[in-house]
């Protein structure tokens, strides 16, 4: 497995494999609802590529000479957002969304540097915070939040279906 990687913006040529990177890693969560569950959710992040069209979002990825090992998207307008909850509400904020790192590449960094570059980008806006919502099922990546400085917030939880759906904020 490759030591190095970029994070740069997805390419046309990434959106597929990248779609299907994320349909895997979600889809193997447990206690995450399963394709047949939601496969509306499902449908989005096989098509993820459809993300980089919204007004202010990024389509991040992380490139170890052209393997694909992650993927985030980043929104520096919270009104495009797209998830439930008052978030979308948010002034003088970005967020992320759908970070996904491919199970062979897992402890390189990958996830982390894709969040940093988020947080870059927030800044480079000059927004005040940076908004994520996670379940249980990823509580692999609350660890890494809670060390890069986010904290839940509580006031941005709403339930997805039967899902519980967790808010967190960095103060920048």
Known sequence: MPQTFEIREARQEDFQGLGQLMVEVYSALEGFPTPAEQPKYYEMLAHIGAMADKPEARLLVA???GRLLGGVV???DMAQYGSGGTATQEQGASGFRLLAVAPDARGLGAGK???MKCVQLARERGHGQVIIHSTKAMQVAWAMYATLGFEPS???DFMQGQLQVYGFRLKL
């Open 63 to 65: 490139d170890a000479d």
């Open 74 to 76: 980043y929104f520096g």
């Open 154 to 156: 509580h006031d941005l």
């Open 113 to 115: 540097a894709l969040v």
